[in-house]
């Protein structure tokens, strides 16, 4: 049974720009939440998806979006990217109020 | 707003010695609190978790302890090892239930010296 897959895993691209990270949550699980760990610091919570639709949403700016599809999968999307937005991009599953998993990251480089 | 502390920042030690990894936070209605380890530019991998109703978990060499009356927690590694070496985490549910919407600390960064 995979667990929960990430694409790509590294990824550079200049500021401005736009990217999108992807997550395959873990089989069965139907909740998928995204975080941003900054080099040295623990991870900040972006925001979770279930049932297709955004359901809480962390200290994060409208440039930062995201969507569910109906396998479960989800994107975190990024538009008008910053230098500081750099930073290693983790997505977590569960089973609505189970325990999380979570995958192995996307490591985003804005240059 | 729950805030998440984890003390100290970084620790060195040599192997074979018993360590106490220290994690502090400010809203003491949590329903449960988990440890992670997370190797250099990897996920998180999930250690122990602590139900609210729960005071200790054990798990091989490491046991986590849970005061919610004081707010606070520790994880206990045992006769450490250099594979022990990592970032080790703490974290509660955002909004006093279970899930994957979690406040964490800044980590723990444990080096063990052969």
């Known amino acids: 049974d995979a667990g929960v897959t990430q694409s790509p895993t590294h990824l550079i691209k200049t500021r401005g720009q736009q990217v999108t990270l992807r997550c395959s949550p873990k089989s069965g699980h139907d909740t998928v939440s995204w975080y941003q760990q900054a080099l040295g610091q623990g991870p900040q919570f972006i925001f979770q998806y279930y049932e297709e639709e955004e359901r809480q949403r962390g200290n994060f700016p409208d440039r930062f979006s995201g969507h569910q599809f109906p396998n479960y999968s989800s994107e975190l999307n990024v538009n008008a990217l910053l230098l500081g937005d750099s930073a290693l991009y983790l997505c977590?599953?569960?089973?609505?109020?189970?325990?999380?998993?979570f995958g192995q990251g996307t490591r985003l480089t804005v240059v | 707003k729950q805030e998440v502390t984890q003390i100290p920042a970084a620790l060195s030690v040599p192997e074979g010695e018993n360590l106490v990894l220290n994690c502090s936070f400010t809203?003491?209605?949590?329903?449960?609190l988990q440890w992670f380890r997370q190797d250099p530019g990897k996920g998180l991998t999930s250690l122990l978790l602590i139900q609210s109703s729960q005071r200790e978990q054990t798990s091989g060499r490491l046991n986590a302890s849970l005061d919610k009356s004081s707010g606070r927690s520790t994880l206990y590694i045992a006769a450490s090892q250099p594979g022990d070496s990592a970032t080790y985490l703490c974290?509660?549910?955002?909004?006093?239930?279970?899930?994957?919407?979690?406040?964490f600390g800044g980590g723990t960064r444990l080096m063990v010296k052969p």
């Open positions: 977590a599953s569960s089973s609505r109020v189970a325990r999380a998993f």
């Open positions: 974290a509660v549910p955002l909004n006093n239930n279970a899930g994957n919407m979690l406040t």
């Open positions: 809203d003491s209605a949590i329903y449960n």
